[in-house]
Each structure stands twice: as C-alpha cells, then as structure tokens.
C-alpha cells in the first residue's frame, strides 16, 4: 500500500512515545494472549442496553434522568442465562459514553455502577463481555466528530479519560471474562494516521489504569476488512494482552435494505434482495422496489425516481456478480492473510458485528430464509477461518430475540449453529 512504510514509522514512533517508560518496560503479556486461547468465541451484541438516550436538545449538552429510553429492551438475568444455554459464551456490549461524560459526579458514579451491575449479571450467567463504548453519530453534542475524530477534537480528553476509568473498574472483575473495546467503527480512513494517533492515546489511558485487561484494536475504515488489513499491529504490541476485531456487512445491498437509517435514498424503498443472489431475480426485486415506492407517500416523485434509477443500476451489478458464500470467503481471505502476515492467532480476531435486517411488522427488508441462509453463510465463513463473532443483534429489527416476549429466533438460533435452550 502507498505509504505504508512511512505510516508504520511514524506509528511506531508514536507508540514509543505515549507509551509510559514504567509500561513499557513490563514483561511480556501472559500465554493467554501468545496461545490465543481467549474466552470470547461465539457472542451478541447486546445494544441497546446501554443506548437509545434522552439527551435534552441544543444548546443543552446533558442528558434527563435516567438518561436511557424506559421502553427500551433490556435482556433480564433469565434472558442471559438463556443465551448462555444456546451455546454462546459473550456478549459484546455497546455503551453510549455521552451520559457518562455529561453527568457531574454523583450522576457520573451511579451509571457506572448501573454498568457494572450489568457486567456483573453477565458475567453471573456464565457470559463473558466486551464493553465497547459506542458514540452516537445521531446525538448532536457528545458524538464521534466531537470525541474522536482526532487526538485534538474538542472533547477527546474527555473520552480518554472515561476510557481509563472504565478499564480500571472492570480490572476488577474475573480475569479473563472482561474485555474492553475504547471505539466503535472509527470513521477515519485505512492507513489514516490520524487513526492510528487516536487508538494509541486511547490505549495508553487504558494501561494506565489497568496492566493484565484486554484490550480491542481495529483498524479504520469504519472497522472493515479493509481497515484491518491496513492494520500494522507491531506498534500495539506494547499494549498486550489485545484482540483485534473488524465488522462484515457486505454486500451491504442485501444486509441493509429496508433499513431507515441508511443515508443513501437506495435503501429506503429496497427489499426483496435475495441471498444468495441467484435464488431471485432482477426483475422480481425490481417490482417489489417499485411496489414500496409506490406506497411511500413522503418522498417526492422527482426523488423517488432519481432513487429507482439509482436502485436498478447497483441490483444489475449485484446480479451479474451473483455473490454467494464464495463472496463472503474473498473477505475473510484477506483478514486471514493479515494475521497470518503478522503472526497472528486467529482466535484473535473477532467479527465483532454481523447481521442483516429482517421482514417483520416494522421493516421491510430481506425474505427472512434468504437472511437466515446469510447469517449461516457468514457464520460458518468466520468459523472456517478460525474468527470468533459477535453476532448483530439481540434485539430490534436484526435480532434474535424478540423485544417483547423475549423469545428467541429459532431461525436465527439455527443460522449461528446454536441450541434453542429447554
């Protein structure tokens, strides 16, 4: 890659000056990280326990009290011994840092002691846990851009330090059953120095507070396989005991069609992609295309014609690609390349989030066979190149268990070769 040689000098040159002398000069990290015998093998994403706020709008910077949405699902020590009995054994657990950065003193200590509850219950039930703190790109203060964007955005300091602490606090439970994550998906490029500045900073906060704790490195590009790849891992050696982890979507035109949230006005009215492509047609998916849209009364004709000619234009080349498991294998190829490069164990590298949107009462997206076909496509890729994964999500429109009624997906139980428990 262009540049690589420059970028890996100047990582390197970082890591050796954020890094503590003191840090520095420790032994090495323990067998378990050189054997890769790691606790984290099959787990899901436990969103949105510890998401979904109730932050006051601008100019206001703070969050109401209790700061989480009330009718959010949150999995019961019941549903985390259910999932223990399925044959996972993490969760990974997505934690907003906004609240905690917001809060004074007194509210700040009461959401970490909800968060450790949650630790606790987990780990209670025979679950490890990764806690990730996840910025919210939608929240329009205590978001990525403001945090970490760079070592210089305006409150990265802050979120460095909530990063040391919370590895402090959970140095202190069962060695081997916590790990921490200090950012999800960051949005800077590939080989971005920027990146690697950040991530070093990060770690270094969290060593400070804690020697022996996991910690979970990724690449930039949003966490793809692409960022990994441009991963140079001998400057975080001096942060061991780590993990590595990067996220699958792809091909993002079956994972995310129908989802709301997505920018690009292709996704609104998509669905009916089937997986793998050849168990459909253009012109099927095509007609159910023009059937939402027509049913979609708050988008102007002008644009949802500009999208339909956008639409048919990516399903032909998603067609005449015909991706199927091969499609998935290309991409695990390359992460499995990287580690072994590297020296890697790939026990090591975690698919920390995968999934697809599935047809219910509130989205239109993926016949539910064809995601449950993907999800077990993904799955079984991962494990043939020897990843763990966290499978995403327990809940809302790409979960496995129901917000509800707390029933798990027998689908989706089977796609991620589990055990519906008795």
């Known amino acids: 890659m262009t540049g690589w040689s420059r970028r890996r000098l100047l990582c390197t040159a970082l890591s050796t000056a954020l890094v503590p002398a003191a840090l520095a000069q420790l032994p090495a ?38 700061p989480f949405q009330s009718q959010r699902p949150v999995p019961t020590p019941d549903d985390l011994r259910r999932l223990r ?46 806690v990730n703190v996840q910025a919210n790109g939608a929240t329009h203060y205590w978001n990525p851009d403001r945090m970490v964007s760079s070592t210089a ?34 949005a800077q490029s590939c080989d971005s120095n920027v990146w690697s500045q950040v991530q070093a900073s990060l770690l270094t906060a969290a060593r400070g507070s804690s020697r022996a704790l996991p910690l979970v490195v990724t690449g930039g590009c949003g966490s793809m396989v692409s960022g990994l790849a441009a991963l140079d891992p001998a400057p975080l050696a001096a942060f061991e005991p780590i993990l590595f982890t990067f996220h699958f979507y792809e091909p993002y035109l079956f994972s995310h069609q129908g989802a ?16 793998p492509a050849s168990a459909g047609s253009l012109e099927k998916t095509l007609a159910s295309v ?25 399903l032909k080349v998603y067609f005449d690609a015909r991706p199927d498991r091969w499609f998935i294998d290309k991409y695990f190829s390359q992460a499995r390349d990287w580690a072994d490069r590297n020296g890697i164990a790939p026990a090591r590298v975690i698919m920390g989030e995968f999934g697809a949107l599935r047809t219910d009462a509130r989205y239109v997206a993926a016949p539910n066979p064809d995601r449950a076909h993907y999800i077990a496509d993904v799955r079984q890729s991962a ?27 027998p689908a989706m139980v089977e796609a991620l070769g589990l055990m519906m428990p008795e």
């Open 29 to 66: 990290p323990s067998a378990l990280a050189a054997s890769g015998e790691w606790r984290f093998r099959r787990g899901v994403n436990a969103w949105p326990w510890f998401a979904l706020t109730r932050e006051f709008p601008a100019p206001r910077t703070d969050y109401d009290w209790p």
């Open 85 to 130: 009995a399925t044959g996972l054994d993490f969760i990974r657990l997505p934690v907003d840092p906004g609240p905690f950065l917001a809060a004074d003193a007194t509210t700040r200590g009461k959401l970490l002691d909800m968060l450790d509850a949650a630790v606790a219950a987990t780990i209670d039930a025979g679950l490890g846990i990764i």
């Open 153 to 186: 955005a305006p409150e990265f300091a802050a979120y460095r330090a909530l990063v040391g602490e919370l590895a402090g606090r959970l140095d202190r439970f069962t060695p081997g059953m916590v790990a921490l994550e200090p950012v999800n998906e960051p």
């Open 260 to 275: 709301p949230w997505m920018r690009e006005p292709v996704y609104r009215a998509l669905n009916n992609v089937p997986w």
């Open 290 to 314: 023009k059937a939402r849209m027509a049913a979609d009364t708050e988008t102007s004709e002008a644009d949802k014609k500009a999208a339909y000619a956008e639409t048919e234009r990516v």
């Open 383 to 409: 494990e043939a190149a020897g990843f763990p994964w966290a499978f995403w999500d327990l809940f809302d429109g790409m979960g496995m268990m129901d917000d509800k009624t707390r029933a798990l997906d």
